[in-house]
């Protein structure tokens, strides 16, 4: 589904990402972790098109397209769904308005017809059904006033009723205490399927409780340096990156 | 400049107007001619240059024979056409008075009194043609839950024509009423209005002004309000329409306890010029007051806001609030904001502020990564920012026309 060749990004002249191979399957779900400033979210950045970012070197297939010659809507509409780490509050737009204009934007891109009033509402109080969100989220404006549980919680329940094919959760479990962070998990595990593919960008291992990941990737000054099993994930909350990162160093030397 | 284009009106005007306001037209004139017309120079003009309507040969508009409505219209609404007032089929409230000024069977003392024709030429330039207009008379104790809504139509001639509009909205003391105000019309044309408000002790008015004129029209317009003790006034101003537009609002507050909210909300794009110009006079102790403007420039547009508040030595108490915050959508877009609050007491509490930015460069981005192109993305935080004033109009009718006008 996703193949990352040898990707290199930078940020106002830094090099950020350098070269980072990557290949994520339907149905897997891959989890990145690494230390602050490793390059994780500058890697969900250049995947969904955030335009602080620059391309140098590299190429990205999504189902063999060309992800980075997209916008970002167009992204969205090939079934690229990322989880901001820090959701955007957008006053003034009601959180129904802003889904019913994303579903449609995205059904349009696909060729599919516009839902109406209606048949939105259905499909929408049926998905907060599944992820329990309180009934008048959907009248409150868009992450307007919420607290960090319930933006988290709100990027899932876009999730669900836009049903990407590959879900980029960046830092999904950042902020949260043990509670929020199960119900977020607990929606995340609903959607997975067959389908779906995943990439779980997290700091510490323990999301990846909840989130059970099929590969662990570790990210260190930009590049994939580690991969394994969810094991890799333990062993790095029991030991740090450190042993990781001298590893590398050892290997330089 | 000189104001021949407009003295050169008076006397064909005269021969075809009746004689009732004779005397108010002759005093205006002479206020009319005794003003300077402002220049870039004049500091409450210095941003809004009217050089083109003063050198515009406007002609008088034709007196249109308007024929009554075959059936009573849906709800409380009027048509003032190129300023004559225009018969209704309304069913009018029992003691309320709503019609025209020229039919009036009653004296109408505060016409002519609140508005400031010594101080402002084009409100001289009204009352010097004036015959014709809408009145609104609520009796004391008498709630309207019906909104009143008056259209100001301009019906463009050969030539450009002076749309001379003046409405007089006296409301008894405990009275609630709603008034909108409509102004619509095609081609060239200059619409110059008048509105005068008088509140007695303890009326309620929701005031409503839709500035929809033609995009070739000028549009200058003074709305006075003189409050008595404990009213309250609430207006939301909205202006979309016009190439050059100036609208002044000017509260006063003649008794206690009284409560003003101000709010507008101008969208201008092309080369269009708006301005707003406000004037919150807090002449008695304990009134409140809450300014709220926004505007959206696109294009070459060109916005003005000047928000002055007058806390006068007396007023202790005052509770006086100023906003004014403005999105730039273009480069060229140009926005002259300048709050002035003279305070002379000092047991008061009074802020203003004024913001101008952009769209916001994250929320475009989270609403692209939702498969919501740039453009709609644009339309839809435009939409959010205007949706503040829009959403405190009470008229549900009137919310949703903007909110699709707005959206398109």
């Known amino acids: ?253 | 400049m000189d104001k021949a284009n407009f003295t050169n009106l008076f006397e064909p005007f005269d021969a075809r107007a009746t004689r009732r306001y004779q005397h108010l037209r002759q005093a205006a004139r002479t206020c009319f001619a005794a003003l300077a017309i402002p220049t870039a120079r004049f500091e409450d003009w210095r941003f809004t240059n009217v050089a083109p309507i003063m050198q515009t040969p406007f002609v008088l508009p034709s007196v249109a024979r308007m024929s009554a409505p075959r059936g009573p219209s849906e709800g409380l609404r009027f048509l003032v056409r190129n300023g004559q007032f225009a018969p209704h089929w309304c069913r009018v409230p029992n003691g309320a008075h709503i019609g025209s000024l020229a039919s009036a069977n009653t004296d109408l003392p505060a016409l002519g009194q609140i508005a400031d024709e010594s101080g402002n030429v084009f409100t001289a330039l009204n009352s010097s043609l004036l015959a014709d207009g809408a009145l609104v008379v609520i009796p004391d104790g008498m709630v309207l839950d019906q909104p009143i809504e008056i259209t100001f139509n301009a019906v463009a001639g050969d030539r450009a024509a002076i749309c001379n509009s003046r409405t007089l909205i006296v409301v008894g003391k405990n009275a609630h009423v709603t008034v909108v105000e409509r102004y619509v019309g095609d081609g060239s044309y200059f619409t110059n209005a008048v509105t005068e408000i008088a509140l007695s002790e303890g009326a309620v008015l929701d005031h409503v002004k839709l500035q929809q004129e033609s995009t070739a029209a000028y549009h200058i317009a003074n709305t006075q309000i003189a409050m008595a003790a404990k009213s309250v006034f609430t207006s939301h101003y909205v202006s979309l329409g016009g190439a050059l537009v100036r609208n002044e609002v000017r509260v006063r507050f003649d008794g206690e306890y009284a409560e003003a909210t101000v709010n507008g909300l101008y969208m201008a794009q092309g080369k269009q010029h708006i301005d707003n110009f406000t004037v919150i006079d807090h002449a008695q102790p304990n009134c409140a007051s809450h300014e709220l403007y926004k505007g959206i420039l696109d294009g070459q547009a060109h916005g003005v806001f000047n928000g002055k508040i007058f806390v006068r030595k007396d007023a202790q108490k005052t509770d006086a609030k100023q906003t004014n915050k403005v999105l730039l959508l273009s480069d060229d877009a140009t926005i002259n904001t300048k709050p002035q609050l003279e305070i002379f007491a000092d047991d008061v509490k009074c802020t203003h502020g004024a913001t101008i930015g952009q769209l916001d460069a994250a929320q475009l981005f989270y609403l692209q990564s939702r498969g919501i192109g740039l453009e709609q993305a644009r339309r839809l935080l435009t939409f959010a920012f205007a949706n503040d004033i829009v959403n405190r109009i009470k008229i549900e009718a009137v919310r949703d026309e903007l909110e699709s006008r707005i959206v398109r």
């Open chain 1, 1 to 253: 589904m996703l193949t990352i060749h040898n990707l290199h990004a930078r940020v106002a002249d830094k090099d950020i990402l350098r070269g980072i191979n990557l290949t994520v399957k339907a149905g897997e779900v891959h989890a990145i972790m690494g230390p602050n400033g490793s390059g994780k979210s500058t890697l969900a950045g250049v995947l969904t098109g955030r335009d602080a970012f620059e391309v140098t070197q590299g190429q990205v297939l999504f189902n063999g397209k060309d992800l980075l010659d997209m916008d970002p809507e167009e992204r969205a509409g090939e079934g690229v769904f990322l989880a901001f780490q820090y959701p955007v509050e957008i006053p003034g737009v009601t959180n129904s308005y802003f889904l019913r204009a994303s579903v449609n934007a995205v059904r349009k891109y696909r060729g599919e017809p516009e839902l109406d009033a209606a048949a939105f509402l259905k499909v929408v109080k049926q998905k907060a059904k599944l992820l329990h969100m309180p009934d008048d989220l959907l009248k409150r404006s868009v992450n307007e006033g919420f607290s960090g549980g319930e933006k988290k919680r709100n990027e899932i329940f876009q999730m669900a009723v836009l049903e990407p094919k590959l879900c980029i959760l960046d830092e999904t479990d950042s902020g949260l205490d043990i509670d929020a962070m199960k119900a977020v998990a607990d929606g995340v595990n609903a959607l997975r399927s067959p389908e779906r593919a995943m990439v779980v960008i997290t700091h510490y291992q323990r999301l990846l409780n909840h989130i059970v990941p099929d590969f662990v990737h570790v990210l260190s000054e930009g590049r994939i340096v580690k991969t394994g099993r969810k094991e890799l994930a333990l062993e790095l909350e029991a030991h740090g990156y450190d042993p990781i990162k001298a590893g590398m160093a050892g290997a330089a030397s």
